[in-house]
Protein backbone atom coordinates (compact mmCIF):
# COMPACT_ATOMS: atom_id res chain seq x y z
CA UNK A 1 0.00 0.00 0.00
CA UNK A 2 1.11 3.48 -0.71
CA UNK A 3 2.76 5.36 2.21
CA UNK A 4 2.65 9.20 2.49
CA UNK A 5 4.12 12.30 4.08
CA UNK A 6 1.56 14.20 5.26
CA UNK A 7 1.76 17.95 6.34
CA UNK A 8 -0.18 19.96 7.96
CA UNK A 9 -0.35 23.60 6.59
CA UNK A 10 -0.64 26.64 8.41
CA UNK A 11 -2.39 29.83 7.40
CA UNK A 12 -3.48 33.30 9.05
CA UNK A 13 -7.32 33.99 7.86
CA UNK A 14 -6.47 32.29 4.19
CA UNK A 15 -3.06 33.29 4.00
CA UNK A 16 -0.53 30.37 3.94
CA UNK A 17 1.97 30.47 6.77
CA UNK A 18 5.64 30.56 5.77
CA UNK A 19 6.68 27.71 8.27
CA UNK A 20 3.96 25.47 5.29
CA UNK A 21 6.75 26.11 2.56
CA UNK A 22 8.96 25.16 5.07
CA UNK A 23 7.05 21.85 5.72
CA UNK A 24 7.18 21.28 1.79
CA UNK A 25 10.47 21.86 1.92
CA UNK A 26 11.17 19.04 4.78
CA UNK A 27 9.08 16.95 3.16
CA UNK A 28 10.81 17.04 0.00
CA UNK A 29 13.92 16.26 1.58
CA UNK A 30 12.32 13.37 3.46
CA UNK A 31 10.94 11.98 -0.01
CA UNK A 32 14.42 11.71 -1.06
CA UNK A 33 14.89 8.69 1.23
CA UNK A 34 11.17 7.12 1.30
CA UNK A 35 8.76 6.04 -1.98
CA UNK A 36 6.25 7.91 0.02
CA UNK A 37 3.85 10.65 -1.61
CA UNK A 38 3.59 13.63 -0.30
CA UNK A 39 0.21 15.13 0.58
CA UNK A 40 -0.64 18.55 2.44
CA UNK A 41 -4.03 18.58 4.95
CA UNK A 42 -5.15 22.20 5.33
CA UNK A 43 -8.35 22.87 8.21
CA UNK A 44 -10.78 25.58 8.24
CA UNK A 45 -13.10 27.84 6.74
CA UNK A 46 -13.46 29.37 3.03
CA UNK A 47 -10.16 28.21 1.92
CA UNK A 48 -10.83 27.34 -1.75
CA UNK A 49 -8.79 29.83 -2.95
CA UNK A 50 -6.20 29.26 -0.64
CA UNK A 51 -5.96 25.78 -1.28
CA UNK A 52 -5.92 26.13 -5.11
CA UNK A 53 -2.96 28.73 -4.41
CA UNK A 54 -0.73 26.27 -2.15
CA UNK A 55 -1.39 23.49 -5.07
CA UNK A 56 -0.29 25.71 -7.81
CA UNK A 57 2.94 26.90 -5.59
CA UNK A 58 3.57 23.44 -4.54
CA UNK A 59 2.28 20.84 -7.23
CA UNK A 60 1.44 18.76 -4.14
CA UNK A 61 -2.39 17.42 -3.68
CA UNK A 62 -4.27 19.75 -1.10
CA UNK A 63 -6.89 17.69 1.02
CA UNK A 64 -9.31 20.53 2.73
CA UNK A 65 -11.13 19.85 5.89
CA UNK A 66 -13.70 21.63 7.15
CA UNK A 67 -16.80 21.71 9.40
CA UNK A 68 -20.35 22.07 8.65
CA UNK A 69 -19.92 24.82 12.06
CA UNK A 70 -18.87 27.86 10.37
CA UNK A 71 -17.45 28.74 14.23
CA UNK A 72 -15.35 26.01 14.92
CA UNK A 73 -11.92 27.40 14.86
CA UNK A 74 -9.55 25.75 12.69
CA UNK A 75 -7.25 23.92 14.89
CA UNK A 76 -9.80 22.04 16.81
CA UNK A 77 -10.89 20.55 13.29
CA UNK A 78 -7.94 19.16 13.16
CA UNK A 79 -8.14 17.61 16.43
CA UNK A 80 -11.58 16.01 15.91
CA UNK A 81 -10.54 14.89 12.15
CA UNK A 82 -11.53 11.02 11.72
CA UNK A 83 -8.45 9.06 11.91
CA UNK A 84 -9.46 7.07 9.10
CA UNK A 85 -8.31 9.71 7.33
CA UNK A 86 -4.98 9.65 8.05
CA UNK A 87 -4.79 5.96 8.45
CA UNK A 88 -5.99 5.47 5.03
CA UNK A 89 -2.83 6.72 3.43
CA UNK A 90 -0.78 5.02 5.44
CA UNK A 91 1.30 7.64 6.69
CA UNK A 92 5.08 7.21 7.18
CA UNK A 93 5.84 10.70 8.16
CA UNK A 94 3.53 13.40 9.40
CA UNK A 95 5.31 17.32 9.33
CA UNK A 96 4.00 19.61 11.65
CA UNK A 97 5.03 23.07 12.56
CA UNK A 98 7.17 23.29 16.14
CA UNK A 99 5.05 26.37 17.59
CA UNK A 100 2.27 26.96 19.70
CA UNK A 101 -0.56 25.48 16.96
CA UNK A 102 2.01 22.70 16.38
CA UNK A 103 2.50 21.56 19.94
CA UNK A 104 -0.78 21.74 20.94
CA UNK A 105 -1.94 18.45 19.05
CA UNK A 106 0.93 16.91 17.65
CA UNK A 107 1.16 14.74 21.02
CA UNK A 108 -2.25 13.92 20.85
CA UNK A 109 -2.41 13.34 17.49
CA UNK A 110 0.84 10.36 18.11
CA UNK A 111 -1.14 8.88 20.90
CA UNK A 112 -4.07 8.62 18.81
CA UNK A 113 -1.36 6.96 15.68
CA UNK A 114 0.09 4.99 18.22
CA UNK A 115 3.10 6.74 16.46
CA UNK A 116 5.98 8.47 17.37
CA UNK A 117 6.67 12.06 17.94
CA UNK A 118 9.70 13.77 17.87
CA UNK A 119 9.44 17.32 18.33
CA UNK A 120 11.97 20.92 17.07
CA UNK A 121 13.71 18.63 14.37
CA UNK A 122 16.38 21.14 12.52
CA UNK A 123 18.16 18.12 10.65
CA UNK A 124 17.53 14.89 8.48
CA UNK A 125 20.13 12.69 8.77
CA UNK A 126 20.55 9.53 6.16
CA UNK A 127 21.92 6.81 8.62
CA UNK A 128 22.46 3.29 7.82
CA UNK A 129 19.45 1.33 10.06
CA UNK A 130 17.59 4.42 8.58
CA UNK A 131 16.42 8.26 8.74
CA UNK A 132 17.67 10.22 12.15
CA UNK A 133 16.34 13.65 13.26
CA UNK A 134 18.28 15.91 15.24
CA UNK A 135 17.48 18.76 17.53
CA UNK A 136 19.00 20.45 19.87
CA UNK A 137 18.68 21.01 23.48
CA UNK A 138 19.65 22.78 26.36
CA UNK A 139 19.74 26.34 24.64
CA UNK A 140 21.75 24.14 21.60
CA UNK A 141 24.01 23.31 23.46
CA UNK A 142 23.56 19.85 23.02
CA UNK A 143 22.28 17.85 20.10
CA UNK A 144 20.13 15.18 20.15
CA UNK A 145 20.11 12.59 17.10
CA UNK A 146 16.90 10.69 17.41
CA UNK A 147 15.75 7.39 15.18
CA UNK A 148 12.00 6.14 15.42
CA UNK A 149 11.26 2.59 15.03
CA UNK A 150 7.15 3.53 14.38
CA UNK A 151 5.45 2.99 11.64
CA UNK A 152 4.27 6.03 11.70
CA UNK A 153 6.27 9.34 12.84
CA UNK A 154 5.02 12.84 13.40
CA UNK A 155 7.64 15.46 13.51
CA UNK A 156 7.40 19.00 14.70
CA UNK A 157 8.95 20.82 12.50
CA UNK A 158 12.02 23.94 13.80
CA UNK A 159 10.86 26.77 11.72
CA UNK A 160 13.70 28.90 9.97
CA UNK A 161 15.68 25.39 9.20
CA UNK A 162 14.41 24.40 6.18
CA UNK A 163 14.70 26.94 3.73
CA UNK A 164 12.03 26.91 0.95
CA UNK A 165 13.63 26.81 -3.05
CA UNK A 166 11.55 27.60 -5.73
CA UNK A 167 10.74 25.25 -7.93
CA UNK A 168 8.71 25.04 -11.30
CA UNK A 169 6.02 22.76 -11.04
CA UNK A 170 4.93 20.94 -13.79
CA UNK A 171 1.26 20.84 -12.77
CA UNK A 172 -0.79 21.80 -9.92
CA UNK A 173 -1.53 19.50 -7.38
CA UNK A 174 -5.44 18.90 -7.42
CA UNK A 175 -7.50 20.31 -4.27
CA UNK A 176 -10.72 18.03 -2.30
CA UNK A 177 -12.28 19.12 0.89
CA UNK A 178 -14.22 17.01 3.59
CA UNK A 179 -16.30 18.44 5.82
CA UNK A 180 -16.63 17.21 9.30
CA UNK A 181 -19.94 16.95 11.29
CA UNK A 182 -19.88 19.55 13.70
CA UNK A 183 -18.84 18.31 17.26
CA UNK A 184 -20.04 18.77 20.52
CA UNK A 185 -17.52 21.05 21.80
CA UNK A 186 -16.20 20.83 25.62
CA UNK A 187 -15.35 24.78 25.51
CA UNK A 188 -16.56 27.57 22.91
CA UNK A 189 -13.97 29.68 21.26
CA UNK A 190 -15.62 33.14 21.22
CA UNK A 191 -12.80 35.28 18.58
CA UNK A 192 -9.45 35.86 18.38
CA UNK A 193 -7.62 39.40 19.23
CA UNK A 194 -4.52 40.45 17.70
CA UNK A 195 -2.14 42.14 19.99
CA UNK A 196 -1.04 46.05 18.52
CA UNK A 197 2.33 44.97 18.56
CA UNK A 198 3.96 46.74 15.11
CA UNK A 199 6.87 45.34 14.89
CA UNK A 200 7.93 47.80 11.38
CA UNK A 201 10.89 49.76 13.70
CA UNK A 202 12.83 46.73 14.23
CA UNK A 203 12.41 45.00 11.36
CA UNK A 204 13.21 48.31 8.96
CA UNK A 205 16.33 48.95 11.40
CA UNK A 206 20.04 48.85 10.28
CA UNK A 207 21.57 47.60 13.26
CA UNK A 208 19.52 46.06 16.10
CA UNK A 209 21.17 45.65 19.40
CA UNK A 210 19.70 42.85 21.32
CA UNK A 211 19.57 42.28 25.60
CA UNK A 212 19.16 38.93 26.83
CA UNK A 213 18.87 37.46 30.06
CA UNK A 214 22.68 37.77 30.91
CA UNK A 215 22.02 42.06 31.38
CA UNK A 216 20.97 40.87 35.06
CA UNK A 217 18.70 43.57 35.68
CA UNK A 218 16.62 45.91 33.94
CA UNK A 219 18.53 49.17 34.58
CA UNK A 220 21.33 47.81 32.18
CA UNK A 221 18.90 48.20 29.23
CA UNK A 222 20.61 51.93 29.57
CA UNK A 223 23.79 50.31 28.20
CA UNK A 224 21.87 48.91 24.95
CA UNK A 225 20.22 51.97 24.39
CA UNK A 226 23.55 53.91 24.67
CA UNK A 227 24.95 51.15 22.56
CA UNK A 228 22.50 51.06 20.14
CA UNK A 229 22.31 55.49 19.86
CA UNK A 230 25.90 55.02 17.89
CA UNK A 231 24.97 53.57 15.24
CA UNK A 232 22.21 55.56 12.72
CA UNK A 233 18.72 53.52 11.90
CA UNK A 234 19.51 51.42 14.85
CA UNK A 235 17.01 49.55 17.28
CA UNK A 236 16.87 47.78 20.38
CA UNK A 237 15.51 44.15 20.70
CA UNK A 238 15.40 41.81 23.31
CA UNK A 239 15.20 37.88 24.20
CA UNK A 240 12.18 36.21 25.29
CA UNK A 241 13.00 36.25 28.55
CA UNK A 242 13.54 40.20 28.62
CA UNK A 243 10.09 40.66 27.25
CA UNK A 244 8.45 38.30 29.57
CA UNK A 245 10.12 40.12 32.74
CA UNK A 246 8.48 43.32 31.00
CA UNK A 247 11.87 45.13 30.71
CA UNK A 248 11.27 45.65 26.86
CA UNK A 249 7.58 45.65 25.13
CA UNK A 250 6.68 42.32 23.00
CA UNK A 251 7.54 44.02 19.75
CA UNK A 252 10.56 44.14 20.39
CA UNK A 253 10.74 40.51 21.03
CA UNK A 254 13.39 38.78 18.28
CA UNK A 255 12.67 34.94 17.24
CA UNK A 256 10.15 32.62 16.23
CA UNK A 257 7.13 34.35 18.72
CA UNK A 258 8.56 37.59 17.69
CA UNK A 259 10.00 39.47 14.96
CA UNK A 260 12.01 38.01 12.09
CA UNK A 261 14.76 40.66 10.94
CA UNK A 262 17.37 40.65 9.10
CA UNK A 263 19.58 44.05 9.48
CA UNK A 264 23.49 44.78 8.48
CA UNK A 265 24.36 44.56 12.13
CA UNK A 266 22.96 42.55 14.99
CA UNK A 267 24.43 42.76 18.09
CA UNK A 268 23.88 40.22 20.74
CA UNK A 269 24.03 41.09 24.46
CA UNK A 270 24.04 38.09 27.32
CA UNK A 271 21.60 36.25 24.79
CA UNK A 272 22.66 32.34 24.97
CA UNK A 273 21.42 31.46 21.59
CA UNK A 274 18.70 29.22 21.83
CA UNK A 275 17.04 27.61 18.95
CA UNK A 276 14.14 29.95 18.85
CA UNK A 277 16.17 33.66 19.29
CA UNK A 278 17.96 31.87 16.63
CA UNK A 279 15.24 31.51 13.93
CA UNK A 280 14.64 35.20 14.25
CA UNK A 281 17.96 37.06 13.54
CA UNK A 282 20.11 33.82 11.46
CA UNK A 283 20.07 35.78 8.46
CA UNK A 284 21.46 39.40 9.95
CA UNK A 285 24.53 40.15 7.62
CA UNK A 286 27.05 40.52 10.60
CA UNK A 287 26.85 39.47 14.05
CA UNK A 288 28.42 40.04 16.62
CA UNK A 289 27.95 38.50 20.50
CA UNK A 290 28.95 39.66 23.64
CA UNK A 291 28.58 36.24 26.59
CA UNK A 292 30.50 35.76 29.68
CA UNK A 293 30.43 31.84 28.52
CA UNK A 294 32.95 31.04 26.15
CA UNK A 295 30.88 27.85 25.46
CA UNK A 296 27.64 29.92 24.60
CA UNK A 297 25.54 28.42 21.75
CA UNK A 298 25.31 32.04 20.35
CA UNK A 299 28.81 32.23 19.51
CA UNK A 300 28.63 29.46 16.82
CA UNK A 301 26.46 32.07 14.18
CA UNK A 302 28.50 34.81 15.68
CA UNK A 303 31.18 36.69 13.25
CA UNK A 304 32.98 38.27 16.36
CA UNK A 305 32.49 36.56 19.94
CA UNK A 306 33.07 38.64 22.87
CA UNK A 307 33.82 36.25 25.76
CA UNK A 308 33.30 39.15 28.59
CA UNK A 309 30.61 40.53 31.25
CA UNK A 310 28.13 42.72 28.77
CA UNK A 311 27.58 44.95 32.08
CA UNK A 312 31.51 45.90 31.51
CA UNK A 313 32.51 45.73 28.04
CA UNK A 314 29.58 47.77 27.11
CA UNK A 315 30.43 50.88 28.56
CA UNK A 316 34.33 50.63 28.00
CA UNK A 317 33.33 50.28 24.64
CA UNK A 318 31.13 53.54 24.31
CA UNK A 319 33.58 54.98 26.12
CA UNK A 320 36.71 54.08 23.77
CA UNK A 321 34.66 54.68 20.90
CA UNK A 322 33.63 58.32 22.09
CA UNK A 323 37.12 59.23 22.80
CA UNK A 324 38.36 58.18 19.31
CA UNK A 325 35.79 59.81 17.20
CA UNK A 326 36.47 63.03 19.36
CA UNK A 327 40.25 62.75 18.03
CA UNK A 328 39.34 61.82 14.29
C1 LIG B 1 7.60 27.82 22.00
C2 LIG B 1 8.74 28.73 22.41
C3 LIG B 1 8.93 29.90 21.73
C4 LIG B 1 9.99 30.74 22.08
N1 LIG B 1 10.18 31.89 21.37
C5 LIG B 1 11.24 32.66 21.65
C6 LIG B 1 11.52 33.83 20.86
O1 LIG B 1 10.80 34.20 19.95
N2 LIG B 1 12.61 34.56 21.20
C7 LIG B 1 13.46 34.24 22.21
O2 LIG B 1 14.45 34.94 22.43
N3 LIG B 1 13.21 33.14 22.97
C8 LIG B 1 12.12 32.36 22.71
N4 LIG B 1 11.88 31.28 23.49
C9 LIG B 1 12.70 31.10 24.71
C10 LIG B 1 14.01 30.40 24.40
O3 LIG B 1 13.84 29.00 24.43
C11 LIG B 1 15.08 30.79 25.43
O4 LIG B 1 14.61 30.48 26.72
C12 LIG B 1 15.45 32.26 25.39
O5 LIG B 1 15.77 32.66 24.06
C13 LIG B 1 16.64 32.49 26.28
O6 LIG B 1 16.87 33.87 26.38
P1 LIG B 1 18.28 34.44 26.80
O7 LIG B 1 19.32 33.90 25.88
O8 LIG B 1 18.14 35.92 26.91
O9 LIG B 1 18.44 33.89 28.29
P2 LIG B 1 19.31 32.72 28.90
O10 LIG B 1 19.06 31.43 28.22
O11 LIG B 1 19.07 32.80 30.37
O12 LIG B 1 20.81 33.11 28.58
C14 LIG B 1 21.49 34.19 29.17
C15 LIG B 1 22.87 34.22 28.58
O13 LIG B 1 23.56 35.34 29.11
C16 LIG B 1 24.87 34.95 29.46
N5 LIG B 1 25.29 35.84 30.55
C17 LIG B 1 24.94 35.76 31.88
N6 LIG B 1 25.47 36.80 32.54
C18 LIG B 1 26.17 37.53 31.63
C19 LIG B 1 26.93 38.70 31.72
N7 LIG B 1 27.08 39.36 32.88
N8 LIG B 1 27.50 39.17 30.58
C20 LIG B 1 27.39 38.53 29.39
N9 LIG B 1 26.68 37.39 29.27
C21 LIG B 1 26.05 36.91 30.37
C22 LIG B 1 24.78 33.50 29.86
O14 LIG B 1 26.06 32.87 29.67
C23 LIG B 1 23.72 32.99 28.91
O15 LIG B 1 24.31 32.49 27.72
C24 LIG B 1 10.84 30.42 23.15
C25 LIG B 1 10.64 29.22 23.84
C26 LIG B 1 9.60 28.40 23.48
C27 LIG B 1 9.41 27.11 24.24
Known amino acids: MEQHIIIIAEHDNGKIAPITFELIECAKILQQFTAASIKIFISGHDLSATAHHLAEKSGIDIIVITSSNPREPDE ?32 GLAIRLNAACITGVEKIIQRDDGLCFSRSLFNDKITADITSTAGTTILTIQPGIFKPKITNNSRPGTVSTITLPACPQKYHFKRYK ?77 ISGSSQHIAGMRDSK ?22 EDAATFIPLFIDTYQENRFMD
Request: glycine share 8%; hydrophobic share 40%.
Open 76 to 107: TIFKDLPLNLLTDLNPLYICIAQNQKGLDFAP
Open 194 to 270: KNQSDTSGIVDADVIVSAGNGIGKKENLDLIRRLARLFPKSHVGGSRPVCDKKWLPYNQQIGITGATVRPKLYIACG
Open 286 to 307: FIVAINKDPHSAIFNFADICIV
